[in-house]
């Protein structure tokens, strides 16, 4: 099982990490404050990305908003996450596909089931690449 670093709350599907410190090979945002969401600056995430780490965020974990402006800088706000490269989860069909999983799915000429999440690397691998 990889590591992965939790910001916020551990999520309540299994994701296929175990939750630690560094060094992590992804990081997993289980949960957020509607705060944290319209001004996400996390330190730890960005730079994850800026080093091609893998984040995952836990969509079960999102907040929600009845009042339709609030819900519209809410759903703004996760464009830009996903803009930056997060990934969507709910851990539920949309299985984590990992690279080790990518290439046994390979070698057996199979392809992940519908809505699966794939790491960078296992895309890559999926795609005929690594």
């Not at 309540?12 to 001004?39: M, Q, R």
């Not at 995430?45 to 339709?68: C, D, F, H, I, M």
């Amino acid at each position: 099982m990889r590591n992965a670093l939790l910001i916020g709350t551990e999520p309540a599907a299994e994701l296929g990490f175990s939750y630690g410190k560094e060094p992590y090979d992804a990081v997993v945002i289980g949960s957020l404050t509607i705060g944290e969401l319209l001004c996400f600056r996390d330190e730890r995430v960005l730079s994850a990305l800026a080093e091609g780490k893998p984040v995952y965020l836990y969509t079960p974990g999102l907040p929600q908003a009845k009042n339709r402006a609030l819900a519209s800088s809410l759903a703004t706000a996760q464009r830009e996450l996903k803009n930056w490269g997060v990934l969507f989860t709910d851990g539920g069909r949309r299985r984590l596909i990992t690279a080790q999983e990518a290439r046994a799915l390979r070698q057996a000429g199979q392809q992940p089931g519908p809505g699966a999440v794939l790491t960078p690397l296992a895309k890559e691998i999926l795609e005929g690449s690594n």
